[in-house]
């Protein structure tokens, strides 16, 4: 059945989030990996690296996405739009797997989507997701996306989604979120 859709969650994966060799999968990788994120839609799911696995005989193609959190409101339209273009670009079943294992994580951002989101006037993440949490937070110079200061506080620790916090510049009194590291 032409665009039959079949969508799973699955608990372990050997996504990998790097576009795949064979010609059949990259093809159906470089379709999926425009979608845009629904709630920064200036970043695609592959700048996130949402994005994990992609497999394609030709017809039929197999995605697997990693939300950025367990409760990640974004990620069925994700993968809603994930099955709206690769069935407009001729497939004949997709089926879109999420998986939590590994956990996200903003190491998998790309050096583009953190350029895209600081032009976009986010502040990107600012180093790498710490192995361990200790009990108490870690401070971090968060370098204002408008004026470059680094002269910034947080105002609220959840910003307009639960991955971004709010910050404030001291220099440029701007408002500005932050794409917290996790």
């Known amino acids: 059945m032409k665009g039959e859709v079949v969508s799973a969650v699955v608990t372990q994966s050997d996504a990998t989030g790097v576009r795949p060799a064979d010609p059949a999968s990259a093809a159906a990788w470089d379709i999926a990996a425009k979608v845009a994120d629904p709630e920064v839609p200036v970043l695609t799911i592959e700048d996130l690296g949402v994005l994990r696995s992609v497999h394609s005989d030709g017809h039929r193609v197999q995605v697997v996405l990693t939300p950025t959190y367990s409760g990640c409101p974004a990620i069925e339209q994700m993968r809603d739009d994930v099955i709206l273009q690769l069935t407009a670009a001729g497939y004949d079943r997709v089926d879109v797997a999420f998986t939590l294992s590994p956990a996200w994580t903003t190491d ?6 953190r350029v895209k989101l ?3 006037g986010i502040a990107p993440p600012n180093g790498r997701a710490p ?9 971090v110079a968060v370098k204002c ?3 470059h200061s680094l002269r910034t506080r947080e105002v ?27």
């Open 145 to 147: 996306p408008r004026c």
């Open 156 to 182: 609220s620790r959840y910003g307009s989604t639960s991955c971004k916090a709010l910050y404030e510049c001291l220099e440029c009194q701007e408002p500005f979120d932050f794409f917290k590291v996790h």
């Open 131 to 139: 192995v361990r949490r200790g009990p108490l937070p870690v401070s």
């Open 108 to 113: 998998w951002m790309s050096e583009a989507g």
């Open 118 to 120: 600081e032009r976009y």
